[in-house]
Structures are given as C-alpha cells and as structure tokens.
Nanobody, 120 residues
C-alpha cells in the first residue's frame, strides 16, 4: 500500500528557493502521476503541479514559472523547487498520488503535509 512522506526545511527566507522531497513507498513513481498541492493559511487547497509516469512535469500557470518538479526513479522520489519565494508561499505542502478512471480522477493517497514558513 502506497505511502508518501514529505521532507524539507520548515523555514525559508524571502527570495530564496524552497526545496522539498516526497518519498514514495509501496508503489513505483513510474505507474502514475504524482502531484504537489499546498494550502495557505485560511485558503483552500491549491494544486501546484505534477510529474507524470514517464517523468514529464507540468505546472499550474498561477505560479508564474517559478516551479520545478523532478523525480529520481532509483530512490522512488520526486521533488519540488519553488524559486523566489515570498510570504504568499507560506503554506502546508502535500505530495499526493493521482488516480484516474472512466474519465474522472483525483488524488487518492496523500502525505501528511509539511508546513513551510517564508520568513526573514
């Protein structure tokens, strides 16, 4: 059974790059798409982007080209890099597995989330 765990720093300074890693166990990252999703204080869930089963990333346009998602198949991990962070990037960051069938889809397995605060 798939389990996902986020790791990375809890605090990042403004203008720097946030780097997070999601470690997947119980499933191979080559089987489906894997997403990064975040929730800022008082806001709803925001899908940020994903990497598909053959390693191609795709991103929400709302992030202004600041997001990079990569994967390491030998470690069964995928990672997020978010550049030029501001206080608006303060959020709980989740990684999640995408599931789709019969024309519908969603994220069926989630990590517990890791809080990130952008602060000087």
């Amino acid at each position: 059974q798939a389990q996902l765990q986020e790791s990375g720093p809890g605090v990042v300074k403004p203008s720097q790059t946030l780097s997070l890693t999601c470690t997947v166990s119980g499933d191979s990252i080559t089987t489906t798409d894997w997403s990064w999703i975040r929730q800022a204080p008082g806001k709803g869930l925001e899908w940020m982007g994903a990497v598909n089963k053959v390693g191609i990333p795709f991103y929400s346009a709302s992030l202004g080209g600041r997001l990079y998602i990569t994967r390491n198949t030998s470690r069964n991990q995928f990672s997020l890099q978010l550049t030029s962070v501001t206080h608006l990037d303060t959020a709980v960051y989740f990684c999640a597995r995408w599931y789709s069938e019969s024309g519908t889809g969603g994220h069926d397995i989630w990590g517990k989330g890791t809080p990130v605060t952008v602060s000087s």
